[in-house]
C-alpha cells in the first residue's frame, strides 16, 4: 500500500466516522460550546476582522455554525466539509436569507476545491478563509495549502484554531496531584504528553460518549507554520487560548479552569503578501 492510498484510506474512515456522529455532534454543539465561545470565538474575531460584505471561506463548517456568526456580521459566507450528514444539518440550522452557500467538498481534494470555488482569474475572490477547529481532523492538509493561495485575494487571511499540539493531543494525560508546600495541602492539576515530533494518526473522542471515535492527525506546531511559509503566507497573529480560572470543569479532570495555565487551543493568521 502506497503512502497516498494509507491516506486516501484514512480520509474515508474519517469521513464514515463524521457522518456517523453528524447527530450527536450537531445536537451537542449546537451553536457553540464553552470552547468555541471562551476560546476560540473571540480570538477569531480579532484576527480574522471579518467585515459586513467581504467574501469569506469556511473550511470545514461542521453544523455551520461559524458560517452563521459570520454572515450574521454581514459577510457573504461559502462554507464546506466533506461530511454530507454534516451539510445536510447545517443547511436545516440556517434561516433563509442568511447569505451562506453550502458545498459537500473534500479539503484533501485540490482539484475539486479549484473547480468549485477557483475563479478563472489568476488570483482568487476570497477576503479571508477561516477553519475552526478541522485542520487536526483532515487526514492531509498540503492540499488545502497548496490552493489556498489561489482561492484567496493577495492580501487574503487565513485564520485558523487548531488543539494546541504541545498541550492537547492524543497523547495527552490529565493530571492532579496533591502536594504539601510549606504546610499547606494544595492541588496541582496538570498535563502529561509523550508524543508530540512526528505526525501520525490515532483514535480520540470529538466529544465525550460519542457513538463513533474519529482519527486525530496529530502534527507539531512547525508542520504548520512551515506548511503556511512554503505556500507563500507569513504568519502575522498568534492566540494560545486557555480557560479562565473561574470556569468550572465540566468533569473533575477536563479542559477548564483548573488547567487556566495550560492552552487546549491555539489560533493563528496568516497572509499572503499584498
Ligand atoms: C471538529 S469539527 C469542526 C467543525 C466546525 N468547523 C466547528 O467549528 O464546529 C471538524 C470537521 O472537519 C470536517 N472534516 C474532516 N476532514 C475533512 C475533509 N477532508 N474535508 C472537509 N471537511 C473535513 C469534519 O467533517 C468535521 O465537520
Known sequence: MTMKDDIQQANEETRAAWDANAAFWNEKMGEGNDFVNILQWPAILRLLEPQPGQRILDIATGNGLTARRLAALGAAVIAFDFSEELIKLAQA???????????ILDATDESALLAALGSSGS????????????????????????VLPRL???GGKFVFSITHPA?????????????????????VYSVKISRYMTPHHAYGSAMRNQPRPQFYFERPLHYYLNLGFQNGFILDGFE??????????????????????????LVARMRLPS
Open 123 to 146: 488570483s482568487g475572490t476570497f477576503d479571508s478563509a477561516l477553519c475552526n477547529m478541522a485542520l487536526f481532523d483532515m487526514a492531509d492538509i498540503q492540499p488545502l495549502f497548496h
Open 93 to 103: 440550522r440556517t434561516s433563509v436569507g442568511l447569505p451562506i452557500t453550502y458545498y
Open 152 to 154: 484567496l485575494k493577495p
Open 240 to 265: 494560545e487560548r486557555a480557560f479562565p480560572p473561574d470556569l468550572p470543569q465540566d468533569h473533575p479532570l477536563s479542559w477548564g479552569g483548573k488547567f487556566s495555565e495550560i492552552p487546549p487551543v
Open 167 to 187: 498541550f492537547n493531543n492524543t497523547s495527552t494525560v490529565h493530571m492532579a496531584e496533591e502536594m504539601d508546600m510549606q504546610g499547606e495541602i494544595k492541588s
